[in-house]
């Protein structure tokens, strides 16, 4: 063997033995961080969802993936006695880091406890894409987890959903499936245009996958350009007539609504006053969110406004005050609005005072 040969194999077996050392910390690392959702404090959705369903209200989904988003939400939720569902997308875990994320959360139940408030608290991961990112999700602590397989064909949305059910039920641990695609953008879901759910599929994908909750599409979007529409052009309505025949179909089953933020116009206004540039947004009106809410939909996601809401007075404040650097300035009032605007969110859904 010639010499060069020797070292190009010496080279690669070192190579392959740093890669099992990696694989290793890995493992011991997700074993060592593995927990019962429990522990920390938090809920599955299936209580959750059962009494809303009862009640005739819809529990409040909230992305974060900060500390401010963090404290607004569980403030609010805790002053109006509301449940509450906090919702980590792959993008925030990946922003925030897996590990931080995993310690904020019992942190926050503790906040709302210190509160005086016993309020419900679920921790699900929003639009799991990989059964790998469900698995390392459940076995952080989440007690839900959604995959969206929705860009799949049926039996491949079938075989993943049914696979992270098959897994989440070992630790008790509900599922939200979806059928449908969403148009519009947001983290690391796309698509520019919507797929209806069809609802003569509902009812064999929920046989079939076993999951607790269904998202399906009815006209909301992703993102905050949820309709192209002009000035003065009315928005189109939600298809309700999908929705009632998904509830015929499944009585008293749990329906999910995603992309359902309104773009509140109050903080457009204002982040195009200071400097912004955001033409032609426009969200679900409220009417529809209400109505939608006293069907079998029980839980409602809303991300982009709490996005909108920290932007907008962050840029108010800066342009304001254009010699504070502090970034408690700037962010103590966003955390201030964003809990107002999450307050109203929960008298929307009728959450408020159902904890």
Same mark, same amino acid.
């Given at each position: 063997?010639?010499?060069?040969?020797?070292?190009?194999?010496?080279?690669?077996?070192?190579?392959?033995?740093?890669?099992?050392?990696?694989?290793? %910390?890995?493992?011991?690392?997700?074993?060592?961080?593995?927990?019962?959702?429990?522990?920390?404090?938090?809920?599955?959705?299936?209580?959750? &969802?059962?009494?809303?369903?009862?009640?005739?209200?819809?529990?409040?989904?909230?992305?974060?993936?900060?500390?401010?988003?963090?404290?607004?939400?569980?403030?609010?939720?805790?002053?109006?006695?509301?449940?509450?569902?906090?919702?980590?997308?792959?993008?925030?875990?990946?922003?925030?880091?897996?590990?931080?994320?995993?310690?904020?959360?019992?942190?926050?139940?503790?906040?709302?406890?210190?509160?005086?408030?016993?309020?419900?608290?679920?921790?699900?991961?929003?639009?799991?894409?990989? &059964?790998?990112?469900?698995?390392?999700?459940?076995?952080?602590?989440?007690?839900?987890?959604?995959?969206?397989?929705?860009?799949?064909?049926?039996?491949?949305?079938?075989?993943?959903?049914?696979?992270?059910?098959?897994?989440? !039920?070992?630790?008790?641990?509900?599922?939200?499936?979806?059928?449908?695609?969403?148009?519009?953008?947001?983290?690391?879901?796309?698509?520019?245009?919507?797929?209806?759910?069809?609802?003569?599929?509902?009812?064999? &994908?929920?046989?079939?996958?076993?999951?607790?909750?269904?998202?399906?599409?009815?006209?909301?979007?992703?993102?905050?350009?949820? &309709?192209?529409?002009?000035?003065?052009?009315?928005?189109?309505?939600? !298809?309700?007539?999908?929705?009632?025949?998904?509830?015929?179909?499944?009585?008293?089953?749990?329906?999910?609504?995603?992309?359902?933020?309104?773009?509140?116009?109050?903080?457009?206004?204002?982040?195009?006053?200071?400097?912004?540039?955001?033409?032609?947004?426009?969200?679900?009106?409220?009417?529809?969110?209400?109505?939608?809410?006293?069907?079998?939909?029980?839980?409602?996601?809303?991300?982009?406004?709490? %996005?909108?809401?920290?932007? @907008?007075?962050? %840029?108010?404040?800066? @342009?304001?005050?254009?010699?504070?650097?502090?970034?408690?300035?700037?962010?103590?009032?966003?955390?201030?609005?964003?809990?107002?605007?999450?307050?109203?969110?929960?008298?929307?859904?009728?959450?408020?005072?159902?904890?």
């Amino acid at each position: 063997m010639a010499p060069s040969e020797g070292v190009l194999s010496g080279k690669i077996s070192h190579e392959k033995d740093s890669c099992k050392k990696r694989r290793g %910390r890995s493992v011991v690392k997700e074993e060592k961080m593995a927990v019962s959702f429990k522990e920390l404090g938090l809920v599955n959705t299936k209580e959750l &969802f059962a009494k809303a369903i009862k009640g005739g209200y819809a529990v409040p989904a909230y992305n974060f993936n900060n500390m401010e988003q963090l404290q607004a939400i569980i403030m609010a939720c805790a002053e109006c006695n509301s449940p509450v569902i906090l919702q980590i997308s792959k993008g925030a875990r990946q922003y925030a880091n897996q590990t931080l994320l995993r310690y904020m959360v019992p942190g926050a139940v503790e906040v709302a406890r210190e509160m005086g408030s016993n309020i419900p608290i679920a921790l699900n991961l929003d639009h799991g894409d990989s &059964f790998e990112l469900a698995k390392s999700c459940v076995d952080y602590g989440f007690s839900n987890v959604m995959i969206d397989g929705s860009h799949l064909p049926f039996d491949e949305n079938v075989e993943l959903t049914k696979k992270v059910v098959e897994y989440a !039920r070992q630790k008790e641990v509900t599922v939200e499936g979806e059928l449908g695609v969403l148009a519009g953008i947001e983290e690391h879901v796309s698509s520019e245009v919507t797929h209806y759910t069809r609802p003569e599929e509902v009812e064999a &994908f929920v046989t079939k996958t076993g999951v607790d909750s269904l998202a399906i599409s009815i006209g909301t979007s992703h993102g905050a350009y949820k &309709f192209k529409v002009k000035p003065g052009e009315s928005i189109p309505p939600l !298809r309700f007539d999908i929705l009632e025949e998904c509830q015929r179909r499944l009585p008293d089953f749990p329906i999910v609504l995603h992309g359902a933020s309104s773009v509140l116009v109050k903080y457009i206004e204002i982040i195009n006053k200071y400097g912004g540039k955001m033409e032609n947004t426009a969200g679900v009106p409220e009417e529809q969110i209400k109505k939608a809410v006293k069907t079998n939909v029980c839980k409602v996601n809303i991300d982009s406004d709490g %996005r909108l809401v920290m932007t @907008a007075m962050i %840029r108010k404040f800066l @342009a304001e005050n254009p010699q504070e650097f502090d970034p408690r300035k700037y962010l103590g009032p966003a955390r201030e609005a964003l809990k107002e605007m999450y307050i109203n969110k929960c008298r929307l859904l009728g959450s408020d005072g159902k904890a």
